[in-house]
């Protein structure tokens, strides 16, 4: 590695019972490529900034008044004390890579107040506690009613899984058990109240299901695991009713198991679903895997963006019918792609799948990426693929910029805490096989059937299509004697179409099977393999059955979709069409992702003045020009414009 | 006529002070065409089903509570009264037609119920009567508050509108004044609230700003014109707040006067235009119809569906970016096609242009016809272009067949007023011309300088291209002798491209100027005038700016719109492509809009397996097959299937 890497921490998903991939724990740590610099531009620009607007907006006074040391009125969305625990969840990441004493200094503060605003109970949520001053009805429909009368928009079980993951998150990371108490205390109140084989209880947002089985892991207090069974086994009734947008925004109109297609509400879905992997993951239950096969499929194949996004429609934040996907009004929220990562993560583990990594892959240097501005501190909440130039930009789901903070403020901490633990998603075990699952420079240590191995990983992938792997320690352990060293697994990604693999200096000529090149032996200390992925970038056509897109293209380098952006070309992005005939060329200029690429273009002047006109009419002729296209994570960085990802073909 | 017109009834819109041409009052009636018809299965079906929910969902007993005659609990929405005023209005103009006793008797008993309801002050609205004992939450975010204190999302002076517009027309069209003493009541009331120079209310829904411009036509009270004139001159300060969707939700973004997108929620930004065309009406004031004539260009040419829909988003019911019209989202609300009529009209009025008919009828053909269903007691709320077969039909703003009735109802009351006002909208005086509009079978009586005109029009149209106008009477009154006799001017739409012309059986070569074709001294008893339009199904290509339709075509005939629907094809409808060799047909098969269309087409089953694949893959092989095609508002009376009226061309 060019530079030392950050220190080590712990993985958000512990051990599993069924998986059969483990995830690796206290043993990954990022170098200074990527992944690593997004991951300390999160810690010195991103969270200092959220810690700032938590202040700023009231979340933190929230607690306060729960606390009984402020009476400032409640402020902010029901949910406002899930922001607090996503920044803690990450600032608790970034304390096990060292952090700074800023991090500690509010980590301590806030943990302390939480423990002041905890009922006896273990009651805790300063939108219900402070509510009997202000019970006024909040923006997003959710009205602040008795506690735990409102399961469908009340989010109380929803902000308890935030506050649990933050929880499991410093105790896995810091070794502080302080948040974990509280948690605990929390979680042990709502397995009183809805654990029972009685309670006809689940939340109407889905997220408290996979905390309470990492709590498990974590406790092995069985209770956890088994009030998460009873949230997945129970929903799918119909039991929350209704509400403003139907049983299926939030995934009540069938069970888990019948269901199979992705609907609803995008960001409560794909919770859903990893809280379901988790399930299985600790259960065995195949229905369950079989269900979530079915969903997965259906989301990739029919129902996601190109950039790894999901959720179609802004009005419900949901997913469409099959197809239905457009550009202009992609929602694709920022919590919908991290979502998406979770639960491709717990797929991985359920199955050793590697298309479950290359989803992962597409959404964080995609969708994910796109959620934060280059200075670390302004965030798209939607992220469409499409912005026009006349984009009337007032309402902040559908903002022509990023903005620093959010009415809704739950993708901002929700980055922070993936971007603190992104070390955590790079390798798993499997059997004698240590597997390579997302490049970017690297240590890996991993322990796999009595051995164990430290991996150096050096690459500026995705810029860069090269990556050197050297085994630095393989040590056998208890290892029988004579017994073969282990196998390296690299993943080849689905989007590559051709890799050369060097072992020691030597070509293999090893293909691919199922995603994995398998080398046998490799695990020997001093192994060198390098593998160089072609990243010729690539012309994508989508199925024509995407009505929204018919007749465009877009731009792919590896795993990195392009757009056309105006503050790189002189050309209308509104009217530019892309010619087919010559190949997209790498320029010089550079981004954190890759070089602009230049393409063959032409541009349409003017119309027919009729929106809709009879066949037959004149068309101005095309102008041929030069196109530019950028990342598209990297678009949104300069003066605002018009953007496309999909651009049509010139005819 | 074959058949004796109905009986003549008022028009909507009475003469006005500044109109290039004048309305027809009490001069017209609808005969046995496509027009009498709806008109026809509008009394005798959907009014009185109307009624029948408005018993059954709670309207009624609404009103009785206000009335002191009902402890039943409100229920539905807060804007509730305005669906028994808008039924009310439909009934007063049916009743003109001659109605019947179930008509008489729910008009005579609804009445009675209003003036018991209505307090002394003058104030009706059963949502804040009765909202003492319920103070809930409504779904639609609009909570019952205090009256008069949520101007933004409180339709107190919505449904004053909506009573206006009833009281009007039972005034007009019975001579009855019963509900205009309640309208006045409640008028009065509100000029002496609102009125004044200081006052800082204007409402969150545009609608009253009309209804109190003709309440002054019909009353000659100043002060309900200048109160109209003040709600329109306020807006745009922002004083409305941001609510849920900001400003430009309500158009409270900008001044009317300095606007010049549509943008909003649709159907308020529509009502909004429609009152300020008829304070231009009545004021002359220049710098007003400039704006309202850029922000008709700009919905026009940028913002409209080819079917007359307005509204491309679901999250807020509003108008997109320029050129942002997707198919499947298509909002397309039933209330903004009656919006735009209005609106149409008045712009027709004020500057007597023929392209505002021709979006009327457009419209009125497409996406109001679309509204309902053939059987009379079924409605579409939104009108989308495209139905996918697995569509998720679980909301009732995006269902796949026509409902009953609906929760927010406010489209099926808006229809039923529509069809019974019908003839309001066929023809206009412009100094010595008589100006045929709508060509549907129907007899106008006009005055015009003196002299007065009876004319006959014969037609089918739009499923027949000939029209046969005889001019039955033509007294010459105080008509100086020797003056010239009247003209009559023929609308020539927009999408015609030719017509044959014969006056009293010679062919007439005259060029239509401005889309009027002007017959000097036809308007002489015994004249008749034939004319023949080219129904020739025409292919419509979308403006290149529409990213959702590119690469597809429409068919037209005449101004009805066609669709392709499952129910009439072999072929699967979701995969269907245009073959543009060969022409569309017309086959035996008939509609109430004209012919079934036939054309050839092709379908490619399988793909590629990847929703995204690099360019290059290899393609199934199309089939080709027989398309058939309907009138798009035909669509959706058999079994619900797939529709599209954007078809792609077979490449």
Request: charged letters at 25%.
């Amino acid at each position: 590695m060019h530079t030392t890497p950050r220190p080590l921490t712990a993985a958000p998903v512990a051990a599993t019972a069924f998986g059969v991939v483990a995830p690796l724990n206290q043993g990954t740590a990022l170098g200074d490529g990527v992944l690593g610099r997004w991951q300390l531009r999160n810690k010195e620009r991103t969270i200092p900034h959220g810690i700032d607007r938590l202040e700023a907006v009231g979340n933190l006074d929230n607690l306060r008044r729960a606390a009984g040391q402020s009476d400032a009125p409640f402020r902010g969305l029901v949910f406002a004390d899930s922001d607090v625990y996503k920044t803690l969840e990450a600032i608790a990441w970034e304390l096990g890579h060292g952090g700074d004493d800023a991090l500690h200094l509010f980590y301590d503060d806030t943990v302390t107040l939480l423990q002041e605003a905890q009922e006896e109970s273990g009651y805790l949520n300063s939108a219900y506690q402070t509510a009997d001053a202000d019970r006024t009805p909040r923006r997003d429909h959710a009205t602040v009613r008795e506690r735990w009368t409102d399961f469908a928009f009340g989010h109380e079980l929803y902000c308890a899984g935030h506050l649990i993951q933050a929880a499991v998150a410093s105790a896995r990371s810091l070794g502080d058990d302080r948040l974990l108490q509280v948690a605990t205390r929390f979680a042990d109140l709502i397995v009183r109240e809805f654990g029972g084989p009685e309670s006809p209880v689940y939340p109407g947002h889905p997220e408290i299901e996979y905390a309470l089985v990492e709590l498990y892991r974590l406790t092995e207090k069985k209770e956890y695991l088994n009030t998460a069974v009873a949230f997945i086994d129970r929903r799918g009734r119909g039991w929350l009713g209704d509400g403003v947008f139907g049983k299926v925004y939030y995934q009540d109109d069938t069970p888990v198991r019948d269901t199979e297609v992705m609907r609803g509400h995008a960001v409560r879905a794909i919770y859903l679903n990893s809280g379901a992997a988790d399930v299985y993951l600790e259960t065995g239950d195949a229905t369950l895997l079989a269900a979530l096969e079915t969903q997965w499929d259906d989301m990739v194949s029919r129902r996601s963006y190109v950039t790894g996004g999901s959720g179609s429609r802004h009005r419900d934040e949901a997913f469409g019918d099959a197809y239905e996907l457009p550009s202009d009004r992609a929602y694709a929220e920022t919590c919908a792609g991290i979502a998406a990562m979770h639960w491709a993560w717990r797929m991985y583990l359920a199955t050793g799948g590697a298309k479950y990594a290359d989803f992962f892959e597409t959404a964080l240097y995609n969708v994910v990426a796109d959620g934060l501005a280059e200075s670390g501190d302004a965030f798209f909440y939607s992220n469409p693929l499409q912005l026009r130039a006349d984009h009337l930009s007032v309402q902040e789901e559908a903002a022509a910029t990023r903005l620093g903070w959010y009415y809704c403020a739950c993708c901002p901490p929700n980055l922070m805490r993936t971007f603190a633990s992104l070390e955590g998603y790079l390798a798993g075990v499997r059997g004698d096989e240590l597997q390579l699952v997302q490049y970017t420079r690297s240590r890996i240590e991993a322990e796999m059937e009595g051995m164990r191995c430290v991996v150096d990983v050096d690459t500026e992938y995705p810029v860069d299509g090269r990556v050197r792997i050297t085994v630095i320690e393989a040590t056998r352990g208890s290892y029988p004697v004579g017994a073969p060293v282990g196998a390296l697994a690299l993943r080849v990604p689905g989007w590559c179409s051709g890799v050369n693999t060097l072992v020691n200096g030597s070509a293999v000529d090893v293909e691919p099977t199922d995603g994995w090149l398998r080398l046998e032996g490799a695990l020997a200390a001093g192994t060198v393999v390098v593998l160089d992925f072609d990243l010729t970038p690539q012309v994508l056509v989508p199925d024509e059955r995407i009505d929204a897109i018919r007749g465009c293209v877009a731009a792919r380098r590896g795993p990195v979709v392009y757009c056309l952006e105006q503050r790189d070309n002189t050309a209308d992005v509104d009217r530019a069409t892309l010619d087919l005939e010559e190949p997209l060329a790498e320029t010089e200029t550079t981004t954190e992702l890759g070089p602009v690429l230049a393409a063959a273009g032409a541009v349409r002047e003017g119309g027919t003045g009729a929106l809709y006109a009879p066949r037959g009419g004149t068309r101005p002729p095309a102008e041929r020009t030069m196109l530019r296209l950028r990342p598209y994570a990297t678009w949104g960085n300069g003066d605002p414009g018009a953007m496309r990802v999909w651009i049509p073909v010139t005819r």
